[in-house]
């Protein structure tokens, strides 16, 4: 298929075809980058935004690496030396951004949504870095890729998604295209975290960790967001460590070849161990190193491009 689409808002609109276009895509952008020289003319004379009213390391730097690599103009925008501070709006921002010919905005914000409506008041277009505990798309989309890539397939596949998830837009994403994808997701944690709602998604809810653990080809680690929480949602870190978290003892129950993921960043001793998070089986920066190709991907295609058959060998 070819890609049609200006802007990247979500995985729950996409279907199939289409994430297996970015997929496919993104690995014609990893193979770039394995190359002496990493840089493809793509996006010469496109100007992108960085718009992150939320912090970041992981996305924020990818986008930003991706969009040089593409040779397209960057401005990183800064939301504490800027007029956000004023009490300027987000539509005024972005379309201020927009008097300065800028092509692309990526955005992330606390607010869920925030993203479909800048694509409805500017002309450019927009990619999801994350909006609130709605959706983080180019997240799912490297997830997706590191498991295709480590295992060769994701029908069929069990995925264990532990932690806390009802705040979590890597959940939502992961749900969406993993179940997509044909993969059979399990959501465990605290009963407070992992609401009976999110079977309507088309995945199934466990509260028995070791279960979860047992039967999964891959497990994926989410971080408790403290910044979302209210207090009575969660009963204290140590508590959560050692009834949920993934330590040498629950891992040993695991199937030896299980990939552990994290989209971070991590809690260490929180949620994964130390150990754990930095052993043999895990493809956390592996997923760090995917998410340069796929923001790639996710730029050029926004952009017009069509799909991997456009990117030069
Ligand atoms: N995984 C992720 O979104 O990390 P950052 O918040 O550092 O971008």
């Known amino acids: 298929m070819t890609w049609q ?3 990247l808002l979500d995985i729950e609109s996409l279907t199939p075809d289409e994430i ?4 496919d895509t993104a690995k014609a952008f990893k193979a770039v980058g394995e190359r002496a ?13 960085n718009l992150f009213i939320e912090p970041s390391t992981r996305t924020r730097t990818s986008f930003e690496l991706a969009a040089v690599r593409l040779s397209a103009d960057l401005v990183n925008f800064n939301t504490e030396a800027s007029s956000f501070k004023k009490g300027e709006t987000l539509k005024d921002t972005a379309r201020n951004l927009e008097a300065l010919n800028a092509d692309i905005f990526i ?8 993203p479909h409506f800048l694509s409805r008041v500017l002309r450019g277009s927009v990619v999801n870095a994350g909006d609130g505990a709605h959706e983080h798309p180019t997240q799912a989309l ?4 590191t498991i295709r ?22 959940a939502r994403s992961n749900v969406w295209a993993l179940t997509k994808l044909g993969a059979n997701v399990t959501l465990c944690g605290p009963s407070t975290l992992v609401p009976r709602a999110f079977e309507q998604m ?5 509260y028995n960790v070791d ?18 929480q209210r207090k009575t949602m969660f009963p204290g870190t140590g508590e959560y460590a050692s009834l949920f978290g993934l330590n040498k003892a629950r891992l040993a129950r695991a199937k030896p070849d299980v990939l552990i993921m994290h989209p971070g960043p991590i809690n260490r001793g929180v949620e994964i161990d130390s150990e754990i998070a930095d052993g043999s089986q895990s493809v956390i920066l592996e997923q760090v190193t995917n998410g340069l190709a796929v923001r790639m991907a996710a730029l050029f295609l926004v952009n017009g491009g069509q799909g991997p058959q456009e990117v030069a060998g």
Do not use: M, W
């Open 20 to 23: 297996l276009t970015v997929l």
């Open 211 to 228: 279960e979860a653990i047992e039967s999964a080809d891959v497990l994926n680690l989410l971080r408790i967001q403290h910044e979302r």
């Open 202 to 206: 088309g995945c199934r809810v466990t």
């Open 149 to 170: 890539e480590k295992k060769g397939r994701i029908a069929g596949l069990n995925v264990s998604i532990l932690g806390d998830v009802l705040y979590s837009r890597v």
């Open 37 to 49: 020289i990493k840089k493809v003319p793509a996006l010469r004379g496109k100007t992108v935004v």
């Open 142 to 145: 490297l997830d997706c890729f």
């Open 5 to 7: 689409r200006k802007h």
């Open 107 to 114: 955005i992330r914000h606390s607010a869920a949504g925030a």
